[in-house]
């Protein structure tokens, strides 16, 4: 267990040195960046080969279906409730997966419509608005399409779950969602609440339905639907990593 500490501890090390800017002499111009008295321009601080040729490898995927199409689709799906108010824009062989629901294998077509249309989320937050914006095609998943949400309500409706409205609101942190389709346009997969910067909103960065009802008091009773919190054992290991980094500059200062 101690070897694994140490081996950790250092790897930790190691990331936060890569990640952390260096201290120099490092200034920033119009046009380029000042280093060591030398002016690079923008184009020559760029490495290209670390970037993916967007426009090619959508080619390269020979989708029979246009992304322009791929995006009316999703926004067809998402405009009628998800999919449930029209069943058919589903495939059969349908899969709905978010980071918790649906446990590693999601919810099958049936499920699904099951669960989300006995749902009613829009009468606990009549004002729910889901912001979905940038809406793009996967450049290396045929078929899929990303897109974003940063959704907000308050719960002065039915109450959520059941319970008395609160009258509180809630905004979520912005959630990578997608829809994936086969190449008759059926939807084949849909995938939300993958939360992008937990730090943003009032929901303790928990995204799905899990965020709305913590913001709003109404956490659910499991670890998954509270907050994010360091188990002990990462705080130990985090604690060693701060310890060896501090070693390191130690030594570095003696030699």
Request: net charge positive; hydrophobic share 35%; glycine share 12%.
């Amino acid at each position: 267990m101690g070897y694994i500490l140490a081996k950790t501890a250092i790897f930790i090390t190691i990331i936060a040195t890569c990640v952390t800017p260096s201290v120099g002499f490092t200034s920033t111009r119009a046009g380029g960046t000042r280093t060591n008295g030398v002016i690079s321009s923008s184009a020559d601080l760029i490495d290209e080969s670390l970037f993916l040729n967007e426009e090619d490898a959508l080619y390269k995927l020979n989708f029979p279906l246009s992304e322009a199409t791929l995006i009316t689709k999703t926004k067809e799906y998402l405009s009628a409730g998800q999919g449930v108010e029209r069943p058919e824009l589903l495939a059969s062989d349908f899969i709905f997966m978010g980071p918790v629901v649906g446990g590693p294998s999601g919810l099958d077509r049936e499920a699904y419509l099951e669960a989300v249309g006995g749902f009613q989320i829009k009468d606990a937050f009549p004002d729910l608005n889901p912001r979905f914006h940038d809406f793009r095609a996967d450049k290396l998943d045929a078929g899929r399409v990303w897109f974003t949400s940063v959704a907000s309500g308050t719960d002065n409706g039915s109450g959520f779950l059941g319970n008395k409205p609160t009258g509180k609101s809630f905004m979520t942190p912005p959630q990578a969602c997608s829809l994936k389709f086969n190449e008759e346009g059926k939807a084949t997969k849909y995938t939300i609440g993958h939360v992008m910067e937990r730090s943003l909103g009032n929901t303790g960065g928990l995204g799905g339905i899990f965020g709305p009802a913590y913001a709003i008091g109404k956490g659910l009773p499991f670890p998954e639907a509270q907050p994010y919190k360091p188990s002990k054992r990462y705080r130990l290991i985090q604690l060693v990593g701060r310890l060896a980094s501090s070693a390191k500059k130690r030594k570095e200062k003696k030699d």
